[in-house]
């Protein structure tokens, strides 16, 4: 295609389930003029194979890097670095789109703003549910309707995440009322510009959260970029699996530390400064 609107940058490491039922939800976007990068924090043979076989009928890209610990940020670079977009939205492996999910990100892009969206996370049975048909996909949010209080028991969280609200519909005004103050990794974009400001993500985190969006969000705000919400206009479902984060406080006073000494352009990132 032509030059595409966008980069949509998803991060995986292992999880070829979860990213076959990803790339389905991308399939059914409504805006389509961009292009994929699959952002591998590893070098397996299972997800290789994969993406060789899927039938992706738009330009899809597979990065991949030695496995040798966590390295989601040196990966997060790299794709920024070979993407062809100005605009870069940014998803995990184990998040699934609504349909308007990139044309909300593309639609409302500016200059100067950083866009913050949210996920409700699934509980085991909705997550087996989502995953059995790619047509299960564009129906999620009656779904969601018709068994909230189940899944709320089940452990669902943030339900209210998971409806889109049309903002030229009757109830539009609702998204603008709603802020976020933090980015989240998973639901986030933001131009190419922004980010070289800033001079990537910081590779000196090397332990899951914090260094691959909060510790953005400050940068960004140092930098002169202001943080807006798409929540309940770029909508996502987390699928369920087993939470891995390691304890956080490390890349907390890390960030600390960082702040302190205003390093909101980063010494190790897109470039060693």
């Known amino acids: 295609m032509d030059r595409p609107l966008a980069s949509l940058i998803i991060s995986v490491y292992d999880r070829v389930d979860f990213l076959e039922v990803v790339l389905d939800?991308?399939?059914?976007?409504?805006?389509?003029?961009?292009e994929v990068i699959i952002s591998e924090d590893a070098e397996r043979p299972a997800m290789r194979e994969f993406?060789?076989?899927?039938?992706?009928?738009?330009?899809?890209?597979?990065?991949?890097?030695?496995?040798?610990?966590?390295?989601?940020?040196r990966a997060l670079n790299r794709a920024v670095q070979f993407s062809h977009a100005d605009l870069l939205v940014f998803i995990d492996g184990d998040c699934v789109l609504h349909p308007r999910f990139m044309e909300m990100h593309i639609g409302r892009a500016e200059d100067k703003a950083i866009l913050a969206g949210k996920r409700i996370k699934l509980d085991p049975e909705s997550t087996r549910w989502l995953m059995a048909d790619k047509g299960h996909i564009p129906g999620f949010q009656r779904h969601l309707a018709r068994h909230w209080f189940r899944m709320r028991r089940a452990?669902?969280?943030?339900?209210?995440?998971g409806f889109f609200i049309?903002?030229?519909?009757?109830?539009?005004?609702?998204?603008?009322?709603?802020?976020?103050?933090?980015?989240?990794?998973?639901?986030?974009?933001f131009s190419k510009q922004a980010v070289i400001a800033i001079n990537g993500f910081d590779k000196d985190y090397v332990r899951p959260a914090i260094g691959e969006d909060i510790d953005l969000t400050w940068r960004f705000q140092r930098a002169g970029y202001t943080v807006k919400s798409v929540?309940?206009?770029?909508?996502?479902?987390?699928?369920?699996?087993?939470?891995?984060?390691?304890?956080?406080?490390?890349?907390?006073?890390?960030?600390?530390?960082?702040?302190?000494?205003?390093?909101?352009?980063?010494?190790?990132?897109?470039?060693?400064?």
């Open 25 to 34: 939800s991308v399939r059914l976007q409504t805006e389509k003029r961009f």
């Open 155 to 161: 452990g669902c969280q943030f339900l209210e995440e």
């Open 51 to 73: 993406l060789q076989r899927y039938a992706y009928e738009g330009d899809l890209y597979h990065l991949t890097q030695a496995d040798t610990g966590w390295r989601k940020n």
């Open 231 to 273: 929540r309940n206009l770029a909508v996502q479902y987390h699928l369920h699996h087993k939470e891995t984060w390691a304890d956080q406080d490390e890349n907390l006073q890390l960030m600390l530390a960082k702040q302190a000494a205003d390093l909101y352009v980063c010494r190790h990132g897109l470039s060693q400064t």
């Open 166 to 189: 049309d903002p030229q519909g009757p109830l539009g005004w609702v998204p603008r009322l709603r802020r976020m103050h933090q980015l989240k990794g998973c639901n986030m974009s």
